[in-house]
T-cell receptor, first 115, second 113 residues
Framework: EADIYQTPRYLVIGTGKKITLECSQTMGHDKMYWYQQDPGMELHLIHYSYGVNSTEKGDLSSESTVSRIRTEHFPLTLESARPSHTSQYLC??????????????FGSGTQLSVL | KQEVTQIPAALSVPEGENLVLNCSFTDSAIYNLQWFRQDPGKGLTSLLLIQSSQREQTSGRLNASLDKSSGRSTLYIAASQPGDSATYLCASDGSTNDYKLSFGAGTTVTVRA
């Protein structure tokens, strides 16, 4: 099983603050993802990466940015947080299981509340 | 873009009853379909992955079937227990979304003791 860690677990901040959500995985997976999830709603892909120095925007437009300088690390940054950014952010990495099949592993998530 | 729908949104059953959770998807050109479990305020745990060439996968009391032609998958949980209470999410890739996973909104299951 992959080990994937997200910090902080919960974050309550004021409007206008810059924040970085951390995500690290120890299994050497090349592909990593950030999803956003509101209560009772489906997950929406906001960023993904195929490997070091690769970052792509997902299906849902987001004001956040990501970086991938090291394989194991995929942080997400909001330059100026707003109440509309309040949500749960889930990080994932995927393992190649052959023939186009990839299995996703998720972190525990960061619940962000912007006041 | 692959659209994934899960019905019902919520389900409450007495302990011991079998659970049937439904998932439908619009793009049948998939590589795989995955079922996940999510506990309140937590991340997702992968339960089963069904490859496009397979019709079902089994793990313990869990069995997931896949019918690509009709765009459906069903997760069966036998002899439900209170510990099975959680939200179950279905996710599928598809050619219309460059084979990235699209998620349903989930079915929230409550198993009453």
């Amino acid at each position: 099983e992959a080990d994937i860690y997200q910090t902080p677990r919960y974050l309550v901040i004021g409007t206008g603050k810059k924040i970085t959500l951390e995500c690290s995985q120890t299994m050497g997976h090349d592909k990593m993802y950030w999803y956003q999830q509101d209560p009772g709603m489906e997950l929406h892909l906001i960023h993904y990466s195929y490997g070091v120095n690769s970052t792509e925007k997902g299906d849902l437009s987001s004001e956040s940015t990501v970086s991938r300088i090291r394989t194991e690390h995929f942080p997400l940054t909001l330059e100026s947080a707003r109440p509309s950014h309040t949500s749960q952010y889930l990080c994932a990495s995927s393992e190649w299981v052959g023939r186009g099949h990839e299995k996703l592993f998720f972190g525990s998530g960061t619940q962000l509340s912007v006041l | 873009k692959q659209e994934v729908t899960q019905i019902p949104a919520a389900l409450s059953v007495p302990e011991g009853e079998n659970l049937v959770l439904n998932c439908s998807f619009t793009d049948s050109a998939i590589y795989n379909l995955q079922w996940f479990r999510q506990d309140p305020g937590k991340g997702l745990t992968s339960l089963l992955l069904i490859q496009s060439s397979q019709r079902e996968q089994t793990s313990g009391r869990l069995n997931a079937s896949l019918d690509k032609s009709s765009g459906r998958s069903t997760l069966y949980i036998a002899a439900s227990q209170p510990g099975d209470s959680a939200t179950y999410l279905c996710a599928s890739d598809g050619s219309t979304n460059d084979y990235k996973l699209s998620f349903g909104a989930g079915t929230t299951v409550t198993v009453r003791a």
